[in-house]
C-alpha cells in the first residue's frame, strides 16, 4: 500500500449525534458540508439516517443534490447558501430546502417556486449570511399562506461560551422571531454546549458529530496512518528536506512517510507536530513537502512499516493545534489520495 489509510469510524459518529441529541429536548440535524467535512457526506448522512437523523444541512445546492441521489427520499435536506442564481433546477429536482438568506432570494424562490418549501437565515450580529430582522420585518408579510419550514440564525461565538456576543445573539433572535410560530434554530455545536435558551426546535451540530471541539466528551472519529517509503541514518550536521531547516545534532535515523501538504497534512504542521509508532511518539523534522514528511524515528527500537498521525494518541485538534490551525480546517483540508476505509 502506497497511500495513507483514512479509518473513519461511522459507529463513532453515529454516537457523538447521539450524545449531542441526549443533551437536548429538541430535535437534532447533522451538518454535512463540504462531504461531511471531509469524511463523506454519503456515507456520514447514511449512518445517521440509519440512527434516526431526519435533517441534513449543506452549504450549497450541488451538494444537497449529491446527497438526495445518496440518501433517497424522505429525509429534509437544507441548503445554507439558498435560493442563488441557477439553483432553481437542483432544489425543484431534488426537493432541497433553502434557507432564504435575502430579499432577493426571498424573491426568487417565491417566483420560480411557488409551491416549494423554504426557510429563511436571519442574521443577528455574525454580519455572514442571512437577512437583517429590519429586513425580515419588511418581507414576512410578503407571501400570505407561505411560512417558511425553519427560522435560522448562527452564533459567531458559540465555541467560547463566556463571550458575550452569545447572549446578545439569543436574545435578538428570541425577540424577532417570537411571532413566527414556525420551528427555530439557533445552535450548532457550540450552541448546543451553551444550554437549553439556545437549543429551541432544533439544533444543527457538524463538528462534534465529526469528534472535534468544542465537544469535548466526543468519541474520536478518524484515524489515519502513513507507510514509511524509506529509512536512512545521517550523521551530526546533516540536514533535512527543503531549505536545511532541521539538522542532526546526533546519529539519526529518519524515516519518510507518504504524505504531505497535498494530502491536507500542511505545512504548517511541520513545527511542532508528532507522530506515533504504536504508543511511542516521533518528531517531524524538517519542512512537510507535497508528498513526503520526514520524521525523526532514532529512538525507536525497530525502524516503523507505518506511523500514525491522527488516532487514539494525536486528535485532529491536537493535530489542528500543532499547526495553529482549528479541527475543522485539518479535517476538510484530509486529501482524496487516502485510502478510505469505513469499518463495520
Ligand atoms: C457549519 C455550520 C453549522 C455547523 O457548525 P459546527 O460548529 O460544525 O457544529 C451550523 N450552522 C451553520 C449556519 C453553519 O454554517
Not at 44 to 64: D, S
Not at 178 to 192: D, M
Amino acid at each position: 500500500m502506497s497511500s495513507g489509510t483514512l479509518t473513519i469510524d461511522l459507529n463513532a459518529i453515529v454516537a457523538n449525534w447521539r450524545a449531542l441529541d441526549a443533551m437536548t429536548a429538541c430535535e437534532t440535524a447533522a451538518v454535512v458540508k463540504a462531504d461531511g467535512y471531509g469524511l463523506g457526506a454519503a456515507e456520514v448522512a447514511g449512518a445517521l439516517a440509519w440512527a434516526g437523523a431526519r435533517q441534513f444541512f449543506v452549504a450549497l445546492a450541488e451538494e444537497g443534490a449529491a446527497l438526495r441521489r445518496a440518501l433517497g427520499p424522505g429525509p429534509t435536506i437544507s441548503v445554507f447558501s439558498g435560493h442563488m442564481a441557477g439553483d432553481t433546477d437542483l432544489i425543484r429536482a431534488h426537493a432541497l430546502v433553502p434557507m432564504l438568506n435575502s430579499v432577493e432570494q426571498m424573491a426568487r424562490h417565491l417566483e420560480t417556486l411557488p409551491e416549494a418549501a423554504f426557510g429563511v437565515q436571519l442574521d443577528t450580529g455574525m454580519n455572514r449570511l442571512g437577512m437583517e430582522p429590519a429586513e425580515w420585518a419588511a418581507v414576512r408579510d410578503l407571501a400570505p399562506g407561505r411560512t417558511p419550514a425553519l427560522i435560522l440564525s448562527h452564533l459567531a461565538c458559540a465555541d467560547a461560551p463566556d463571550h458575550p456576543m452569545n447572549a446578545r445573539q439569543l436574545q435578538l433572535f428570541a425577540e424577532i422571531t417570537a411571532e413566527a410560530g414556525v420551528p427555530r434554530s439557533l445552535a450548532a455545536t457550540g450552541g448546543i454546549l451553551l444550554g437549553e435558551p439556545y437549543h429551541f426546535d432544533l439544533t444543527r451540530p457538524g463538528i462534534g458529530v465529526y469528534g472535534g471541539l468544542p465537544f469535548i466528551d466526543a468519541h474520536p472519529v478518524v484515524a489515519l496512518d502513513l507507510p514509511v517509503i524509506q529509512i536512512r541514518d545521517v550523521v551530526p550536521g546533516e540536514t533535512v528536506g527543503y531549505g536545511n531547516t532541521w539538522s542532526a545534532a546526533r546519529p539519526s535515523r529518519i524515516a519518510t512517510v507518504a504524505a504531505g501538504y497535498a494530502d491536507g497534512l500542511i505545512r504548517a504542521i511541520g513545527r511542532g507536530a508528532r507522530v506515533f509508532a504504536g504508543d511511542v511518539p516521533c518528531r517531524v523534522v524538517g519542512r512537510v513537502s507535497m508528498d513526503l514528511i520526514t520524521v525523526d524515528v532514532t529512538d525507536l527500537p525497530e525502524p516503523p512499516e507505518a506511523l500514525s498521525i491522527l488516532g487514539r494518541h494525536q486528535s485532529v485538534d491536537t493535530l489542528a493545534e500543532a499547526a495553529g490551525t482549528i479541527g475543522y480546517e485539518i479535517l476538510t483540508s484530509l486529501g482524496r489520495r487516502y485510502s478510505r476505509s469505513y469499518p463495520a
